[in-house]
């Protein structure tokens, strides 16, 4: 505007900005407050406990006894056909009385016979009837020389009963049944205690005994 002769103009204030400078300052002043109630906000949640990760994924256990456990009744695998693909092999195993609870030592032995239809004996190695554990003989000599028995095949022998039973033979009890390994020498009551056996696949597995 044009200037009137001696008169000065009015000096500018101190501390004055122009309205553009004052804008600015007041936009990076919003922008500041704005950042440290974000910063603040965040450090809140951050201070929050979580829950546990496992309590998104926790389930209850659920009871998987019945499939896993074996009862008394269940039938025991005591052996695998390619453990007794000779005639006369054997194998020891222990048999559960679901009777007594007791585990008694058994054998099973692989009876000659068909090689598509086999055959098998076991039986309880503990005789009731008698003071000594149960021998399965293989060698004929041994049962011709020390048992006095000339035999064809392996026996199964008493030793301090000297009394021998053939796996080939079958005998009848008071009841009526048949059952094997006849007594062919010495004096013993009956066979020994039979167990059934049964062949499920490739495996053997003892059902129940006598």
Request: glycine share 6%; net charge positive; hydrophobic share 40%.
């Amino acid at each position: 505007m044009p200037r009137i002769p001696g008169v000065n103009e009015a000096p500018t204030p101190a501390g004055f900005q122009p309205k553009p400078h004052l804008a600015l300052a007041l936009a990076a002043l919003l922008c500041a407050s704005g950042f440290a109630l974000w910063l603040l906000h965040r450090r809140n949640t951050d201070l929050k406990p979580s829950a546990p990760a496992e309590a998104a994924t926790y389930s209850a256990p659920t009871s998987s006894a019945s499939s896993t456990k074996t009862t008394d009744t269940e039938p025991n695998a005591i052996a695998t056909l390619y453990e007794l693909t000779k005639p006369w092999s054997s194998k020891t195993f222990h048999f559960l009385d679901p009777k007594t609870q007791q585990s008694v030592p058994a054998m099973i032995i692989h009876l000659p016979g068909s090689a598509t239809n086999p055959s098998f004996w076991a039986f309880a190695l503990t005789n009731p009837l008698s003071r000594c554990q149960l021998q399965y003989v293989t060698d004929l000599r041994v049962l011709s020389q020390r048992y006095a028995y000339s035999a064809e095949h392996p026996m199964v022998v008493s030793d301090c009963d000297g009394i021998l039973y053939d796996p080939l033979k079958m005998a009848t009890l008071p009841d009526g049944s048949w059952v094997r390994g006849d007594v062919v020498r010495g004096g013993g009551i009956r066979p020994p205690m039979s167990i059934q056996v049964e062949v499920r696949g490739r495996d053997l597995v003892a059902k129940r005994m006598e």
